[in-house]
């Protein structure tokens, strides 16, 4: 199984690593334990890659996460028993009014802890009502110490609009630590849909032709997503002593794994891959496949590939999946 360490793209991969290695520790200062709320705890490969290489980085800078949470099993009166740690919120793409329910308990959290430093881990910034920013900049504006990362201009554009202070970092999937990720076993190809309201509309396609499988990330119902809760119930039971709360920021760190286990074997057996999610073109290039990307409603996939993985020969676009479909079955076939 051959390593990505001496290719170009492991190059740039570690650049990109750094670089977020060094935003985040500017930030921290001499802070060494920190409070990451808004664990992912749904079925999606991308957001766990983002959770591990946020624990990567923090690993790296020498960090501990004294507590973690998702936002089902989030109690602020346990966080307030820890006193003057820094509060990071979990990046990615539902930073705005699309997804209301995540967005509005970070507010609520970020108003419940005016006395934290807080930082919000590199997210792309996206209200669809005209004025659906106004309680976003209130909350972030009204924050004493409060620190945006985002991931795109386009959201550092709208951040700088706002007053809110931010710096322009790169995703958090890309300060994963290299891992001995499997290259493709098979011949064929694979289209990892999005199935959820990000999707472009109009995008009806005929029977998958030969040699290509349709998904999206899939779903869990397994005995490890109820493990999980469990653990995470019982924090929540307990009131969250020291030794409970290692639990759960384990338990959060397991779960992330074994979510990318599962989105890496999905990808197992094509050397292809089409997908409008941001993370499956991510995935695909760190596990030496090529990619074709499509775009979801708003344009995150380009504002973020576009900005730190530019020119990448191993990724191409298109305007359709019934076009990247195309592409994909003939890539495919020439292989």
């Not at 040699?211 to 005995?223: I, K, M, Q, S, V």
């Not at 298109?318 to 292989?335: H, I, K, Q, S």
């Amino acid at each position: 199984m051959p390593e990505l360490g001496d290719t170009e793209r492991a190059r740039g991969l570690a650049a990109l690593r750094d670089r977020f290695d060094r935003a985040l520790a500017a930030w921290l200062g001499d802070d060494r334990d920190v409070v990451i709320l808004d664990y992912p705890n749904h079925d999606n490969v991308g957001d766990s890659l983002i959770w591990l290489g946020t624990r990567d980085s923090l690993r790296r800078l020498g960090v501990r996460v004294a507590y973690a949470t998702s936002n089902e099993y989030l109690r602020p009166e346990l966080v307030d028993r820890l006193a003057g740690l820094p509060v990071l919120f979990h990046g990615g793409g539902n930073f705005g009014d699309m997804w209301p329910a995540t967005h509005t308990t970070r507010l609520e959290m970020i108003r419940r802890f005016p006395d934290r430093r807080v930082l919000l881990l590199p997210q792309s910034v996206h209200f669809e009502a005209p004025d659906g920013d106004r309680e976003t900049v209130r909350t972030l504006t009204g924050h004493p110490d409060l620190t945006l990362f985002v991931r795109d201009e386009p959201s550092l554009s709208w951040a700088t609009a706002a007053g809110v202070r931010a710096e322009l970092v790169p995703d958090a999937a890309f300060a994963t630590e290299p891992r001995r990720l499997p290259r493709p076993r098979g011949t064929g190809a694979v289209a990892v849909w999005r199935s959820d309201k990000e999707a472009r509309p109009g995008q009806e396609l005929g029977p998958a032709a030969a040699g290509l499988t349709r998904t999206d990330w899939p779903e869990d119902l397994a005995p490890a997503r109820r493990a999980f809760m469990a653990a995470m119930r019982l924090h929540v039971l307990l009131r969250a002593p020291r030794g409970v709360r290692r639990v759960a920021v384990l338990a959060c760190d397991l779960m992330a794994a074994r979510e990318l286990r599962r989105g890496i074997a999905l990808l197992a057996d094509a050397p292809v891959l089409v997908t409008d999610r941001l993370h499956g073109a991510v995935l695909g290039l760190m596990t030496g496949r090529t990619v074709c990307r499509v775009d979801n409603t708003y344009g995150k996939l380009a504002a973020v590939l576009d900005l730190w993985w530019p020119g990448e020969p191993a990724m191409a676009t298109a305007a359709t999946r019934a076009e990247a479909e195309a592409w994909a079955v003939g890539r495919a076939g020439a292989a």
